[in-house]
Nanobody
Framework: QVQLVESGGGLVQAGGSLRLSCVAS????????MGWFRQAPGKEREFVAA????????TYAASVKGRFTISRDNAKNTVSLQMSTLKPEDTAKYYC??????????????????WGQGTQVTVSS
């Protein structure tokens, strides 16, 4: 089992920045590919960004490309999401996911067996 704990969410004005972090613990806590997903009220969960096990491969949703950056530190078992130029439509609960194998970064949530509880991000206009 791998446990994931997200932090760094909050309330920010449009145009501002936030940095989300996710710490993994438990068995094999470096745990392959990792990703961030988000879910707004009344909407389906959507992919945000993913990073492969090495940290060298990343992929982003079109809606966040150029504004968000995903990174990881395998020595600290963490994955981070730096979010800049935030928009009200970025408001959602953000979830960290892990266990995405040892291939390329995975945008499909079905590839991740481990999920955190989420951290709320609210962007005011």
């Amino acid at each position: 089992q791998v446990q994931l704990v997200e932090s760094g969410g909050g309330l920010v004005q449009a145009g501002g920045s936030l940095r989300l972090s996710c710490v993994a613990s438990g068995r094999s806590s470096s745990s392959g590919g990792m990703g961030w997903f988000r879910q707004a009220p009344g909407k389906e969960r959507e992919f945000v960004a993913a990073i492969d096990w090495s940290g060298r491969g990343t992929t982003y949703a079109a809606s966040v490309k150029g504004r968000f950056t995903i990174s990881r530190d395998n020595a600290k078992n963490t994955v981070s999401l730096q979010m800049s130029t935030l928009k009200p439509e970025d408001t959602a609960k953000y979830y960290c996911a892990a266990g995405g194998g040892y291939g390329g970064p995975q945008a499909n949530p079905d590839q991740y067996p481990y999920w955190g509880q989420g951290t709320q991000v609210t962007v005011s206009s």
